[in-house]
């Protein structure tokens, strides 16, 4: 395809902890010369705005509430790729009439994999973001390749895989521990895997340094490229200059906790937050609080349930009399994490948070609820050694004893300055990994020389 600049779109699931990656790598992109187009649902794009990137809107069928107005999962993701497929082609189209740069390439989120077919029919490359680690994709490719045997019995754990440490049945993604409790889901999965090769580029969100055994023993025998840490840059001392915010939150940040954090002393608060999607039950929720206060650290806590917030506001009402504790529906993530009164994150341990954590130096507490959350725990306890994990008992809760330890133990512990030491190696890494000819930036720039020049190596070539 003859032009004189390489045009990108970036499509995204309508989803916090997918648009953020996306919307990053789409920056990324247009800070490296490329012209950025980022697609994604009429519902979500009127919440985002970035830099250098326009945001032009496709259908999944529910456009005056997204993935609310659904009946469920299943129809969502259908309709999403029914009419997605089509508005997405419209869209592409458009772009190619009116614009200086027809489009050459679509970047994908992993799991939007109809997005293929599309590239495929307008002869333009294709390129999937992966939004889990490089470690836990690799269980599924190995899995799709015959590599690894599948379903997993429970007497040949724990499972010893090249390039990933030793892995019990509760460090495995739950979607391989118990594939009949996530049928659906894990069927999903395993057809991206099914039809990596069909794509020009397969890119992942990590970097070299932080799954490096990984990167040693599938180097050649994989097509994964790691690109990340996608964090806005003025947190990993990156490439774009002023970019300070992702560009796009579909909840808006409560007000006060900066200043509630000000008045806090340095590395004594735990910031508590589990995502945008975590169901944590209302018992769960008091063992936290109530081991929280026993370990008598101040922390500032994310709670968007209604009621969880009711709870937990009455709770420490007659609980907290020493004021240790602050409820926000929603923040600035990065913004908490890179304050300088944070000492631990206590996490779900999600992809996205977990990466910020390991960008920003901060200790962690993890908590993992389902899908890959189990192994990146594993990874923050006994590979990069920057956290601990708390362990349920036998009824599946984490214990407010439990939670006293592990704050404990990361904040003022034996261990704690070796964690904090580990946490900033860490950090150093990361930022490493996005500079100037670091090993994500070099992968990023050989994607964008070809798609603007015409030169350089694709993946699968």
């Known amino acids: ?83 997605g497929s089509r508005t997405l082609t419209e869209l592409i189209l458009k772009l190619n009439q009116t614009s200086d740069s027809p489009v050459n390439c679509l970047v994908y989120d992993s799991l939007l994999l109809w997005a293929v077919d599309v590239a495929k029919k307008l002869d333009i490359f294709s390129v999937v973001l992966l939004t889990n680690s490089a470690s836990v994709c690799s269980l599924y490719w190995q899995i799709h390749r015959g590599f690894l045997p599948f ?83 003025a947190y990993v001392e990156g490439p774009i200059a002023g970019d300070s915010d992702y560009g796009g939150s579909l909840w808006k940040p409560s007000d006060h906790y900066l200043k509630w954090l000000e008045e806090k002393a340095p590395k004594s608060v735990v910031f508590v937050s589990f995502g945008s999607m975590a169901d944590v039950e209302i018992k769960q929720i008091e063992e936290i609080a109530c081991g929280l206060k026993g370990s008598s650290h101040h922390f500032l806590w994310v709670i968007k349930d209604s009621e969880q917030e009711k709870f937990l506001a009455e709770f420490l009402q007659s609980n907290d009399e020493m004021g240790f504790g602050k409820i926000v529906k929603w923040c600035n993530q990065l913004e908490v994490l890179a304050h300088k009164s944070v000492g631990c994150f206590m996490t779900h341990c999600g992809w996205n948070s977990t990466l910020e954590a390991v960008s920003l130096g901060v200790p962690m507490v993890a908590l993992p609820q389902w899908s890959d959350q189990p192994t990146n725990a594993k990874f923050i306890e006994s590979v990069w050694r920057v956290g601990v994990r708390a362990k349920r008992d036998d009824k599946m809760i984490v214990t407010r004893e439990e939670i006293e330890r592990c704050v404990r133990e990361v904040m003022v512990g034996e261990k704690s300055d070796e964690i904090r030491i580990n946490a900033s190696k860490m950090r150093e890494q990361a930022k490493r990994a996005v500079c100037n000819d670091g090993s994500s930036d070099i992968a990023i720039n050989n994607f964008v020389e070809v798609l603007i020049k015409g030169k350089g190596t694709k993946l699968n070539q």
């Open 151 to 233: 379903p997993v019995e429970k007497d040949k754990v724990p499972l010893t895989i090249p390039g990933l440490p030793p892995l019990g049945l509760d460090e495995l993604p739950s979607f391989l521990a118990f594939p009949s409790h996530n049928s659906a889901y894990l069927e999903s999965i395993m057809r991206i895997f099914a039809r990596l090769d069909e794509n020009d580029w397969v890119f992942a969100n990590s970097f070299e340094d932080l799954e490096n055994e990984l990167a040693k023993v599938l180097t050649g025998l994989w097509p994964v490229q790691m690109v990340g840490p996608m964090v806005p840059s």
């Open 1 to 83: 395809m003859e032009n004189s600049r390489g045009h990108v779109v970036v499509l995204t699931y309508s989803a916090q902890g997918h648009i953020n990656p996306l919307l990053q790598f789409a920056k990324c992109l247009a800070s490296k010369g490329l012209k950025a187009t980022f697609a994604t649902t009429p519902y979500t794009a009127k919440f985002i705005t970035a830099k250098g990137v326009q945001v032009m809107p496709i259908s999944d069928g529910f456009d005056d509430g997204g993935f609310r107005d659904a009946p469920n999962v299943a129809d969502y993701l259908e309709s999403f790729k029914t009419v």
